[in-house]
Structures are given as structure tokens and as C-alpha cells.
């Protein structure tokens, strides 16, 4: 078999169906010095597309602060790691696995827990968190129920089998993820430094071996076709059904095995490298592992386990069979490394050796003793590992900010930063909803129902949050947390994004997300260690978008900076865009890993019972763009996003961290989507005690009741440390106020002026009345809002109705 | 006291389980699912998790493993036999305890905290028990709903066979008949349950009520004159 048999197409033609355009073409034969063969061709179309090679986005992200002190490894190995002391060191990363996850949501989220596991495993960390962020479009179309429902299913059956806990994450709806969700997945593990382990192929005369799953012909094509096209929703050629032979299948058993397997060589140290093998399969396992050990490896094809016979040398290279590994071995330890396999139940066979040559050959016909192709053996390829990884083509995109700030799929936001009406509003439509002015119980019934700030128990019931016995905190409410066995210490862990800010400003967005993700972490005490993130963004190649990709970035790294927070890894999905609904809200989705190195100190979102002051930490901005209430009560003209104080940020997470050190918090929640009075409500709802507060208003009480500045948090403490709070507040120069107490079993907020009394209607605000309902009421509407949302109006079956 | 923690492949709680034996002041140890030495076990634990994948039906594999032959015969010797949710899911396809465990009611996989009502104080499992006392550990499966005929169900109420009971009130997470949550075999040394003592061993991750059940089996046999088994292994 010849290796120009790839595909029935013609050859002059072949890199175009394979994804790679003309200029590529011209590079890869400016590194060949040639043109390449069939098979050549095809491990370049993975490698170089955007999911490997990162060609858009390279140049922006070697702008991000990736140093930090406790820093062992940084982007570029398969998970940033991070010393923690103890000898010990956390790795995580978020990954993302959209393009799959709409075409099959249940494999596409299944295999991409799997893929985010194998990146923690892979640098000899025991899994220990998934954090799952999950957006889709409008959850009353029946498109958007088949995919929530069917990407829930594939992360619960793959977590929960593998016995990793799914302890947070975030669940958003906004029109613009309709056609094409998004499911990123985060993983966080432990691991004891020494045992840190590299996914390079060093030492020449070591052997290449594979373990786990045989191939076969899953997931072909998959990193050049599912990651690099622009979904369409008709029934063409580009629609989901015609690529659905494309997506991998997940086996969260076989990953198990190869968890306990890896782990075990590893702590044995029997393999010199090891890589896991997602997009791109072996092409990219064995390319990578040898660009990083500065060495090359010969892969004999015929070596290479198979689960079904006729398979293409092509296919063989790119397919995205799941839960292989490949491990780099000495000889001498070859036998150790096979028994450890065959005790895990897991097939391995030796596929190749590492060569001092920096090329990837793959020989039919078998190798010899010293690496080379045996005599008589053919080459099928031969490619410097660089030109596929490190030195594959990077492109300098064009960067252009909207002219004019087209209207976001949102009519609220759109309406809030275009001049007028939004093109295709109905005739007549006001900038502006006169709902505003409804009275703030009503916006509060509304917000508590949303389907992004209702109770996730509908989703993380399904959830296995406590396998592994470790978790202190999970799923419920505010950060994850998870304690380190045989220390004191706690990890805590948090993702976010703000999407709806992306919209308008995604420089603001990305920040925002840091701010957020940060201040999450922070309120339990810890301080965290570093920051994972993906960016997920539309066409590249359009100005606009790889414009809103640049910013997005330049916030990201700007907030980081800022606030002296590394980022150790991340992931960059691009082309999210589908024919109905365009190109998804620019989302800078961030992952941050916290220490808090007493669990001891740990201050949870819950408040104890009734009688603790009830304080708010932090100033109160204006902006209202991209918050909810916007999208419930509609735009006004003047609505901008919330500013960002990234300094004052900076002093409020140090406050946190000295203060739950002191023992001064009996409870801290940060105020996110909803704002003050969703803050306040989820905390009654969670203890079961009402509060009785004073909030004092501008003439427009709505920014403090529901406004969505950030670095601002809800705390409560004991009367008599009241003093102690604000004395410390004021070392570190945050604002507290003191706004009431915690008791009852009603939320009342009486709004009064600044500085004096009166009615809302003297002020000219909007809302006319305090706010005051029965825990109860917010209680079913915080409840039932996603199952209604989702059209499970049944659902919690009645036996459990009597919960909390 | 030496506990025994059987290692399917795909168990997921085993070192859950090794971790709160240890803490209820057993010497606890990990056994391979092919081998057929339990090494001197006073208690043999099957843990939860997905032995063998639990592809075809929950425990349907597990049951054949190399080490339920030595399982069997520790439990025919009245050793004690604790099977913990995929446990008790291996334990009834045995047949070492009664009953079947079927889909949840729901369909969906459940992860909740649950409280149950402590049915027998006699058992080996339960009497370090305070009586009235309800117990507070999460469930985590998605085929816990227990099930018998109505004449094998009056049968096992009748011999007291019924150790726990999902109580209010979060109450039944799964639509077990007569909200069963756990058994023993009529010799009273094999016991089932789906909720998870062992993630419940420490307050700090929300509850220590499932290091009463640890407990109990942990101060029964250091009080018995000698212990079953004398012999030692590594």
C-alpha cells in the first residue's frame, strides 16, 4: 500500500480537502524542502490546524504574565503546576471541547472530561475536581434541551465513573451560544512534586510505547474538520450529521485503568516521558514529546495495535481513538513497564524509538535495533517533529474594532450600546422597557429565577461531588473546595466569565472573568496560586472577531498582572460561530486555583443564625450594561459596563485572605450576576434565615440593588467584631458599610436616601418601594426556575419536595 | 482489626473506604479482585464505584471475579462482609444479600445527602449506634432503587432484615421499595447499603456519622475474647 492512498481525491487538490489552504501548502514545503507525500499532508492538516497549533492565537498569548515564584511548569506542557509546600504541587488546566460537544453532546462532553484528566494525569497528578462552564443558547428551544441535557449526561456518567468529583462550574444561557454551546472543562490534581513528569522524549535508544485502547477509526479528522470549520445548521454538507462519524467515544472505565496505570509508573519511575494522545492522536503525541526532548522518533506503523484491520496508515496516525498514552521507556525497564500495564488490564506494545535525527519517520516493514527502518522496511513519511509543532506556520491576523458596534445577539445589550434601535427590532422600539420601574420584590422573584442564577440542583444533583472523600464544598454555593489529605491545607477553585460584558467590551470581559474567578476564590481565605482560562471566539480570519480575540486577551493578561496572579495554562477555541446566530459573545472563560493552607480558616458563603451584622465590603459602581437585570427590565440609554478598579481588587483579596486568618468572617459571599440583592437572598436561602437591612441609594437605587460591579462582597460577622472588620478594612483601604442583621423569615431592604430619608419617588429613582418577601417566595422561584426553564416542571420528584 | 478493601478495577471508593477504617483504629489493606487471599480479614469492604465498568448491569461481573470465591467462603464462615453502593450492588447479584438494585426512579444518576433511620441496633454494623439517632452521608449512583416481590419483602421485614431506612427529610433518593436503604442476610454478618458511610468519616467534609457504622465493627471485634483470625499477613 502506497502512502499516496489517503483519500480517492485528487492529489493537487488534497490539502485544500484536508483544510489546509494554498500558503500552507507553500510552508510546509518551504520546511520539507518539498512537496509531501499523501500521509505527510494529512499529520500536517491536524498539526496545523488552529485546536493544535494555536497559528492565530500564538503571537497574542506570548504576551500573558506565565512567572511566578511556586511556578514548576507554565503553558506549553499539558497543565500549568504549582508548588503548594509539603513537598506538594496542584496542576490544572481548562480545556474546552465545543465543536464535538454540539455535533454528539453526550460523547463530545464525555471525551472531553477524559481529555482534561489525561492532561493532569499525564504530568503524574492524581485527579481531583472537575469544573465544568457550560453555555447554550435559549433553553426554550428544544435544540438547546437535547444538548443541556445530553452534555449534564456525558460529564456525570464519564466523572462519576472514573471517580473524579464534579464540584462547580457555571451553567449560562445567552442567544448567542445557540447554534454552536460551549462545554469547557476544568481539572485540578495533586501530586508530589518529585514525581513531576515531563511529555518530552528524551534519551535517543529509548522506546516509544503505547498503552490503552487500540485505535481505530474514531475521531478522524476530528482536530482539522470539528475544530477549524464553521458550523451550518441546514442539512448540507457542513450540518452536524454529516460530521458525526467524526466524534470519539468515551470509556470512563478505560480511563480509570489508565489513571491507576499511569500513576503507578510514574511514582515507580519506569518512564522517562509521558504524553496522552488526544487531537491528532500519535502525529501529535510523538511529534510533541520529540520537539520537546530535542530528539525524533521512527513510529513502525504495523506495531501500532488496531481495532479493526483495514485501516490507512493516515488514519492510524490522526485517529482520536480514546484513552491511549505513550510512554518513553528505557529498555531495561520495558518488562516493568508491560507488567504494570497487563495488571490494569491494558494492552501496550513498543511503536517506535527515539532518535537523535529530530525527525518523525514512520516506517511499514519494521524497525532495527538502533531505531532505523529495518532493511527492506519502507518510509511512509519523514518530518522534522518542529515543522509540526513548535515551527508549524503562524499567522500575524488583522485586528479591527467594530467601525460600528454591531448589536450583540442580546436586544438588551445591543440596544444599550448601539445608537438606536437595534437593526430588525420591531418598528417603534424604545431604547428603553418601562419595566424598569417595577417594584424591586418583582425584579428580585425574576432575577432569583433566571435560568443563570437559579438553584443548579437540577444539573449538579446528577453530579458525583463527593467520590475520592475530600471535598469540603462543592456544587452548592461559591467555590469548590477540596482539602489536601495528610496537611492542613485546602485547595479552592473557581471558574467564570462574563460573557454578557464581552459583548460590549471584551478587553472588560476578560478582566472582569479574572476579577470574579479571583474574588471567589478569595472569600473562603485563599490566596490564589495561578490562573488556567480558555478563549472562546469566533473566526479569526474576520478583523472584528480576532479584534475581540486580541482584546480578550490584552485583559486577561492586564488583570493578571495587575493583580501579581501567574497564568499557567490555558487553551484557545476558535471558529465558534454557527450560520443562525453568528459568532458567539467573546468568552474568556477563567480558571483560578486558590491555597488555603489552614482548612481551619475556611469562610464559607453560608451565615450562621439570626443576630450577625450583615456588612458589604467594597464600592458600589455604576453600570448596568451586561448585567441580568438588563436583560430582564430591558436597556436604558445610558447603561455602560461596570468599571474595574483592578488596584482597589487587588487590596480587597488581601483584606480577605488577613481577615478569615483572623477569624473575623463568619460568612462571605462575592456579589456576581444579580448583584446586592441576589447576593443577600441566595445566603438567606442557603442558611434558612431572613435579614433585615438598610441599604442607603443614589437617586437610582437600581445599580446597588442589581448592578454587577465587581470586587464587592456580601459578609457577615459577630456583632462584637464589628469593630475589629472595620478597623482592618481600613489598614488595607477597603470600604465597609454596615448595612443590618441577619433574623426572620423574611429579606426586607428598606432603600433610603443618601443622607436623608424619604420616598423613592421623591428621589426620582425608579423603584418606589422597599423591598420585602417571605423566604419562601424567593425560595420557589430560585428552585423551580431551571427545571421550568427546561421543561421538567415536574422535577424534584415529590418524595424530595420537602428538601432543606 | 484488620479490614480488607476489595479492588475491582473501576473502584472508585476504595481508598475512601481504606482511609475510615484506618480512622475507626482498624488496620486496613487493599485486595486485588484476582486474588483469593483475603489475608486474615475480620471485615471485607466492596466499595463503591464501577468494578468492571458496569457496562452490561451493575455488579453483573463483579460477582464472577477470582476473589468472590474467597468472598463466599469468608462470608459462609459468618466473617463480616460489608458491601458499600456498587458493594451492595455486587453483594445482591451474588445473592449474599436479598433483593435486586434497579434504576434510580428519576432515571438519572442522584448525588445527594441523605439521612437514614437506623432500623437494628443488633447487628455488627449498628450497635455503637446511639437508638433515635438518624445518620447523615451522601448517596451517589444511578441504580440504587431497591426492590423485592411483595412475598420476599414481607419475608425479610419479618426476619428484621432491614437495617436502614432513607429518612425525612430529604427521604427517599431513589424510589426504593418501603424506602429501603440497606440490609443483612439472615445470618446478620453480610450487610448492603447504598448511601456512603465512608465519605461521611469527617466532619470537616459535612458529617462522621458513617465512622458509627466503622465504629461499631471496628469495637465489636476488639471486644470479642479473640479475634476471628489470628494469623498474620504482610
Redesign the interface.
Known amino acids: 500500500m502506497s502512502a499516496s492512498s489517503v483519500v480517492g481525491t485528487r492529489a493537487e487538490s488534497l490539502h485544500r480537502v484536508l483544510g489546509l489552504t494554498d500558503e500552507e501548502l507553500e510552508a510546509i514545503r518551504d520546511r520539507l524542502d518539498r512537496l509531501p507525500n499523501d500521509l505527510e499532508l494529512a499529520m500536517f492538516s491536524v498539526m496545523w490546524s488552529e485546536h493544535c497549533s494555536y497559528k492565530s492565537s500564538r503571537l497574542l498569548l506570548a504576551t500573558l504574565p506565565t512567572m511566578g515564584k511556586d511556578v514548576v511548569a507554565g503553558p506549553g506542557e499539558n497543565a500549568g503546576v504549582v508548588r503548594i509546600g509539603d513537598g506538594l504541587a496542584v496542576a490544572f488546566k481548562l480545556e474546552s471541547h465545543n465543536h464535538p460537544s454540539a455535533v454528539e453532546p453526550v460523547q463530545g462532553a464525555a471525551t472531553g472530561v477524559g481529555g482534561i484528566l489525561r492532561d493532569i494525569f499525564t504530568m503524574g497528578a492524581r485527579p481531583v475536581a472537575i469544573l465544568d462552564a457550560l453555555k447554550f443558547g435559549d433553553p426554550m428551544l428544544p435544540r438547546t434541551r437535547h444538548l443541556v441535557r445530553g452534555v449534564v449526561r456525558g460529564i456525570s456518567s464519564y466523572g462519576n465513573c472514573v471517580g473524579v468529583p464534579t464540584v462547580g462550574g457555571e451553567l449560562v444561557f445567552h442567544p448567542s451560544y445557540t447554534g454552536n454551546p460551549l462545554v469547557n472543562v476544568m481539572a485540578v490534581g495533586l501530586l508530589e512534586e518529585r514525581h513531576l513528569t515531563r511529555a518530552a522524549a528524551p534519551g535517543p535508544g529509548n522506546l516509544a510505547v503505547l498503552f490503552g485502547s487500540s485505535t481505530g477509526r474514531d475521531g478522524i479528522g476530528g482536530a482539522s474538520v470539528l475544530a477549524s470549520a464553521t458550523f451550518g445548521d441546514g442539512p448540507s454538507a457542513g450540518g452536524a450529521a454529516a460530521k458525526r462519524p467524526s466524534v470519539q467515544v468515551g470509556d470512563p472505565f478505560a480511563e480509570k485503568l489508565l489513571i491507576e496505570a499511569s500513576l503507578e509508573l510514574i511514582e515507580r519511575g519506569l518512564v522517562e516521558g509521558l504524553q496522552d494522545l488526544g487531537a491528532a492522536g500519535i502525529t501529535c503525541a510523538v511529534s510533541e514529546t520529540a520537539d520537546r526532548g530535542g530528539t525524533g522518533i521512527t513510529v513502525d506503523l504495523d506495531a501500532i495495535p488496531r481495532r479493526v484491520s483495514d485501516l490507512e496508515p493516515f488514519e492510524v496516525m490522526i485517529s482520536e481513538s480514546q484513552e491511549r498514552m505513550l510512554a518513553i521507556v528505557t529498555e531495561a525497564r520495558l518488562p516493568a513497564v508491560r507488567e504494570v500495564c497487563a495488571r490494569w488490564d491494558l494492552p501496550s506494545a513498543v511503536i517506535g524509538r527515539v532518535t537523535d535525527d529530530g525527525l518523525i519517520t514512520i516506517v511499514t516493514g519494521g524497525l532495527a535495533a538502533d531505531g532505523m527502518p529495518a532493511p527492506g522496511a519502507r518510509v511512509l513519511a519523514r518530518i522534522p517533529a518542529a515543522a509540526l509543532t513548535s515551527d508549524a506556520i503562524v499567522y500575524h491576523r488583522t485586528a479591527a474594532a467594530p467601525t460600528r458596534r454591531r448589536p450583540g445577539p442580546v436586544p438588551g445589550v445591543s440596544a444599550a450600546i448601539a445608537d438606536g434601535p437595534p437593526p430588525g427590532s420591531p418598528p417603534g422600539s424604545p431604547p428603553g422597557l418601562p419595566e424598569r420601574g417595577m417594584d424591586p420584590g418583582a425584579v428580585l422573584r425574576a432575577l432569583l429565577g433566571h435560568p443563570d442564577l437559579c438553584s443548579r440542583a437540577w444539573v449538579t444533583l446528577q453530579y458525583d461531588a463527593t467520590v475520592g472523600a475530600d471535598t469540603v464544598a462543592g456544587n452548592e454555593h461559591g467555590a469548590a473546595v477540596i482539602r489536601v489529605r495528610g496537611t492542613r491545607k485546602a485547595l479552592v477553585m473557581a471558574t467564570d466569565a462574563a460573557e454578557r460584558v464581552g459583548v460590549v467590551d471584551p478587553w472588560r470581559g476578560a478582566a472582569l472573568a479574572v476579577a470574579e474567578a479571583t474574588l471567589n476564590v478569595a472569600v473562603t481565605g485563599a490566596v490564589a496560586l495561578g490562573v488556567t482560562n480558555c478563549l472562546n471566539h469566533g473566526s479569526p480570519e474576520r478583523p472584528e472577531s480576532f479584534w475581540q480575540l486580541s482584546e480578550s486577551v490584552r485583559g486577561l493578561g492586564d488583570a493578571c498582572r495587575a493583580l501579581g496572579i501567574p497564568i499557567t495554562g490555558g487553551n484557545v477555541s476558535l471558529y465558534n460561530e454557527s450560520a443562525a446566530t453568528g459568532a458567539i459573545a467573546p468568552t474568556c472563560q477563567v480558571g483560578v486555583v486558590g491555597l488555603l493552607e489552614d482548612v481551619a480558616h475556611l469562610v464559607g458563603p453560608v451565615p450562621g443564625g439570626p443576630g450577625d451584622t450583615v456588612a458589604l465590603l467594597g464600592a458600589t459602581t455604576s453600570g448596568l450594561a451586561g448585567s441580568i437585570y438588563v436583560e430582564i427590565a430591558g436597556p436604558g440609554p445610558d447603561d455602560r459596563p461596570p468599571e474595574l478598579d483592578l488596584a482597589a481588587h487587588g487590596d480587597l483579596l488581601r483584606f480577605l485572605a488577613d481577615a478569615a486568618r483572623a477569624g473575623l468572617l463568619r460568612s462571605a459571599q462575592d456579589v456576581s450576576g444579580g448583584g446586592l440583592a441576589v447576593a443577600i437572598a441566595e445566603t438567606c436561602l442557603w442558611s434558612g434565615v431572613g435579614a433585615d437591612l438598610i441599604l442607603p441609594v443614589d437617586a437610582d437605587p437600581v445599580p446597588e440593588l442589581f448592578g454587577e460591579g465587581p470586587s464587592r462582597v456580601l459578609v457577615t460577622v459577630a456583632p462584637d467584631a464589628v469593630g475589629a472588620l472595620v478597623a482592618l478594612a481600613g489598614e488595607h483601604g477597603v470600604p465597609v458599610r454596615t448595612l443590618g442583621s441577619t433574623g426572620g423569615d423574611q429579606l426586607r431592604i428598606r432603600l433610603v436616601g443618601q443622607g436623608s430619608p424619604g420616598s423613592a419617588e421623591d428621589r426620582g429613582g425608579g423603584i418606589a418601594d422597599d423591598l420585602d418577601e417571605p423566604l419562601g417566595v424567593l425560595r420557589d422561584a430560585w428552585e423551580h426556575g431551571l427545571p421550568r426553564a427546561m421543561g421538567d416542571d415536574d422535577w424534584p420528584p415529590a418524595p424530595d419536595s420537602s428538601a432543606g | 482489626m484488620r479490614v480488607g478493601v476489595v479492588v475491582f ?2 473502584s ?2 476504595d ?2 473506604a481504606l ?2 477504617a484506618r480512622l475507626a483504629g482498624a488496620e486496613s489493606f487493599p485486595v486485588w479482585h484476582e486474588s483469593t487471599d483475603l489475608r486474615g480479614a475480620d471485615l471485607v469492604v466492596l466499595p ?3 468494578a ?4 452490561l448491569r451493575a455488579g453483573a461481573l463483579a460477582r464472577l471475579s477470582p476473589v468472590m470465591g474467597a468472598v463466599r467462603e469468608h462470608a459462609a464462615r459468618r466473617g463480616l462482609l460489608l458491601g458499600i453502593c456498587n458493594g451492595f450492588q455486587v453483594l445482591a447479584e451474588a445473592g449474599l444479600v436479598p433483593g435486586v438494585l434497579l434504576r434510580n ?2 432515571m ?5 445527602w441523605v439521612r437514614l433511620s437506623v432500623e437494628r441496633h443488633d447487628t455488627p454494623f449498628t450497635r455503637g449506634i446511639p437508638p433515635g439517632m438518624t445518620l447523615r452521608m ?1 448517596v ?1 449512583h ?1 441504580e440504587g432503587n431497591y426492590f423485592l416481590p411483595d412475598a420476599d419483602l414481607h419475608a425479610l421485614e419479618e426476619r428484621r432484615g432491614v437495617v436502614f431506612r432513607y429518612a ?6 431513589n ?1 426504593s421499595v418501603r424506602a429501603i436503604a440497606g440490609v443483612v442476610d439472615a445470618r446478620g454478618t453480610t450487610c448492603g447499603l447504598m448511601p ?1 458511610p ?2 461521611a ?2 466532619r ?3 458529617s462522621d456519622d458513617g465512622m458509627l457504622l466503622f465504629r461499631s465493627v471496628v469495637e465489636g471485634v476488639a471486644a470479642a475474647s479473640l479475634p476471628p483470625s489470628v494469623e498474620v499477613g504482610m
Open positions: 478495577p473501576g472508585n471508593c481508598r475512601d482511609h475510615a463503591g464505584g464501577f468492571y465498568g458496569d457496562y426512579a428519576s438519572r444518576f442522584e448525588h445527594r451522601p451517589a444511578g425525612p427529610p430529604e427521604g427517599n433518593p424510589g456512603h465512608e465519605r468519616a469527617e470537616l467534609l459535612g
